[in-house]
Every structure is written in structure tokens, then in C-alpha cells.
């Protein structure tokens, strides 16, 4: 499956974007979906993840409130719509797939940055 990310770019601090994550060659229902960033100097860490029927939903503690992680299976696409942005949300963001929950992410999207001026 094949993955591209969109929609991030520079927000003022307190503002919104919203990152889509479109999936082709196969059925992203297939597929636990996940957000991860990487800010500068910091190791890539896990921000959100969606299972395949968006029921269930987690996220790192310092997301939680402001971050949502959504998917429509029947466009093949994911989201994460982040609120109230802080300039340490600052990072390149990228989406991953996983066929389980045991063996990671089996493919990734291309980064997008993402930067929060204060």
C-alpha cells in the first residue's frame, strides 16, 4: 500500500491543521493506521493510532485533548486533526500501516512538516 500525507505547513500557536493520510493499492481497512512526528533532535514517537473500524483510538499523553485521529475507510483515508497546537507539537509528521499490532508498522508515508511559531 502506498501512502501520501498532506496538509501540514506553519500555524500560529493556539491554531489548527488537519493532516490527511490517502492510501492506495489496497484497502486501508486492512490496515491499523498510525500518526508518529519527529521533531529536531528527538527520537520519532508515536502520536496516535486508529484500529481498522476507528473504534478504538490512542495517543500519547501530551495530544490527548487536542489531537484526533479519524479515518474514512471508504476513501482510503486517515486524519489527524490537531488543535490548540504548541510550538513543541513542531516535527515532521508521518502515517504508517500495520497489518497487527505485534510486528509494526509495515508501511510509511512521505513526511510533512509541521511548525508552530509562538
Known amino acids: 500500500v502506498q501512502l501520501q500525507a498532506s496538509g501540514g505547513g506553519l500555524v500560529l500557536a493556539g491554531g489548527s491543521l488537519r493532516l490527511s493520510c490517502a492510501a492506495s493499492?489496497?484497502?486501508?481497512?486492512?490496515?491499523?493506521m498510525g500518526w508518529f512526528r519527529q521533531a529536531p533532535g528527538k527520537e520519532r514517537e508515536l502520536v496516535a493510532r486508529i484500529s481498522r473500524s476507528g473504534i478504538n483510538t490512542n495517543y500519547t499523553d501530551s495530544v490527548k485533548g487536542r489531537f484526533t485521529i479519524s479515518r474514512d475507510n471508504a476513501k482510503n483515508t486517515v486524519y489527524l486533526q490537531m488543535n490548540s497546537l504548541k510550538p513543541e507539537d513542531t516535527a515532521v509528521y508521518y502515517c504508517a500501516a500495520a497489518l497487527t499490532q505485534t510486528k509494526g508498522y509495515d508501511y510509511w508515508g512521505q513526511g510533512i512538516l509541521v511548525t508552530v511559531s509562538s
Open positions: 493499492g489496497r484497502a486501508l481497512s486492512n490496515y491499523i
